[in-house]
């Protein structure tokens, strides 16, 4: 469920915002014919409110400003919960039956400058915080960090929840109108994060930011 709401504050000011509600539920059931996983099945369910607001304000002609908070919701699904592989060789990545949802705050501010209709360029920067990030690390399965597969030792490893990541980074784009009939896009994207090393104290490179 969710609902929006924009107004104009003022001719060059305009308010946006928005509020939804996710609710979700998964069941799992693990075969247990050729791994001897210690559980049976997963059970999930959960759900949050998260909304967003934004300020867009028009300076003079062809400039745009832009602002925007907003909070993210996600449960997790069932290849984050089931999946067992190979992530790389010599280590395992197995089901986590204990994974819990992830949460993130948003901010965002962007510039757009648009000239004689014929070029629009954008420049958008962001930083994102996530609570209860879902990383993957160490873990054990049936009391062992290592099991053979393969024809190898592997090292265990399972998706899990870390105390806090944050993701930050830039968006560019450019538009050029070089006829009514053809048009050149290009875009580039700059972004990095970390996240907690619950075992040293400390932020480390995050892995999928």
């Known amino acids: 469920m969710y609902g929006s ?3 104009n504050l003022k001719p060059r000011l305009t308010f946006l915002m928005g509020l939804r509600y996710n609710y979700n539920s998964l069941h799992a059931e693990f075969d247990t014919t050729f791994i001897k996983f210690p559980y049976k099945d997963v059970i999930i369910k959960d759900g949050a409110l998260t909304g967003n607001a934004g300020l867009v304000f028009r300076p003079g002609e062809g400039w745009q400003l832009n602002s925007n908070i907003s909070t993210g919701f996600r449960m997790p699904n069932v ?3 089931g999946k067992f ?3 790389t060789p010599g280590n395992i990545t ?4 204990n994974l819990e949802s992830e949460y993130a705050w948003n901010f965002e501010l962007g510039i757009v400058k ?4 014929k070029l629009r360029v954008e420049i958008n920067g962001f930083h994102t915080i996530l609570d209860n990030a879902i990383v993957r690390r160490p873990f054990t399965l049936n009391g062992q960090d290592s099991i053979f597969f393969g024809g190898i030792n592997s090292r265990v490893e ?6 806090k990541a944050t993701v ?3 968006q560019v784009s450019a538009e050029f109108n070089l006829t009514r009939q053809l048009t050149l896009q290009s875009f580039a994207n700059w972004i990095t994060g970390k996240e907690t090393d619950d075992t ?8 999928h930011a």
Do not use: M, T
Request: overall charge negative; cysteine-free.
């Open 5 to 7: 709401y924009k107004v």
């Open 79 to 81: 290849d984050d919960v």
């Open 85 to 87: 592989f190979e992530s």
């Open 94 to 97: 197995v089901p986590n039956p």
């Open 114 to 117: 648009s000239i004689n209709r």
């Open 158 to 163: 399972a998706l899990q929840n870390v105390s």
């Open 168 to 170: 930050w980074g830039l």
């Open 200 to 207: 040293n104290d400390e932020q480390v490179p995050l892995r």
